[in-house]
């Protein structure tokens, strides 16, 4: 199945842009403080918390991403009579993110 992105693209605001790109950071900070803590021998179970917290917020931001894709993409998917194959698409994705 071919990516409908070229055919359904909404380009985000740079408000929508700035939002994700911090929350990333934010993750981004959080791995490096694992990494730390493993470098510092700390206890292991203070580790697989943050690992947890760290994959909740990926989630999070993955969901939030699938939201939007689904408000725009797909439901101009639907209206242009391409919303088979767009549901098909996010759903392949789903099952991926949802492993």
Not at 93 to 98: A, E
């Amino acid at each position: 199945m071919d990516s409908l992105q070229e055919h359904t693209n909404h380009p985000r605001s740079n408000t929508e842009k700035q939002a994700v790109t911090n929350r990333l950071k934010r993750i981004e900070g959080q791995v490096r403080g694992i990494q730390k803590m493993v470098e510092e021998d700390r206890y292991c179970v203070d580790i697989l918390v943050q690992i947890s917290a760290i994959q909740a917020a990926l989630k999070k931001v993955g969901f939030e991403i699938t939201e939007r894709h689904m408000k725009h993409c797909v439901s101009d998917a639907v209206k242009s009579g391409e919303g088979d194959e767009a549901i098909d698409e996010v759903m392949s994705v789903l099952k991926q993110f949802t492993k």
